[in-house]
Nanobody, 131 residues
Framework: QVHVVESGGGSVKTGGSLRLTCAVS????????MGWFRQAPGKEREFVAA????????KYLDSVKGRFTISRDNDKNTAYLQMNSLKPEDTAAYFC????????????????????????WGQGTQVTVSS
């Protein structure tokens, strides 16, 4: 059984920073893609960022480019989302998603933003940004 656990959420003021952590435990496997999604109250869940196994492929939501940075440590089965210059519109529950299914390199970037391409999900961590 695979467990995905997010941590690092909290409440900050506009312009503040947070670092989210996604820890994967349980059965050993290669997480081909690790991604972050978010869901604000009353809105659908949206893609935020994702990174491939080798970190050769990285993708971001346009509105977070230049402010958020995704990274991963494969030895620790962990992914991170460094969030700087936070804005009130970043307020949401943030979810980590992991893909175990094999994927060809040509399809990685196109798959990163799609929820159906991920196999395991965490329960989420809340990020609240106040003005």
């Amino acid at each position: 059984q695979v467990h995905v656990v997010e941590s690092g959420g909290g409440s900050v003021k506009t312009g503040g920073s947070l670092r989210l952590t996604c820890a994967v435990s349980g059965r050993t496997f290669s997480a081909y893609i690790m991604g972050w999604f978010r869901q604000a109250p009353g809105k659908e869940r949206e893609f935020v960022a994702a990174i491939s196994w080798s970190a050769n492929h990285v993708k971001y939501l346009d509105s977070v480019k230049g402010r958020f940075t995704i990274s991963r440590d494969n030895d620790k089965n962990t992914a991170y989302l460094q969030m700087n210059s936070l804005k009130p519109e970043d307020t949401a529950a943030y979810f980590c998603a992991v893909r175990e299914r094999v994927i060809t390199p040509a399809h990685i970037v196109g798959s990163m933003g799609l929820e159906r391409e991920y196999d395991y999900w965490g329960q989420g961590t809340q990020v609240t940004v106040s003005s």
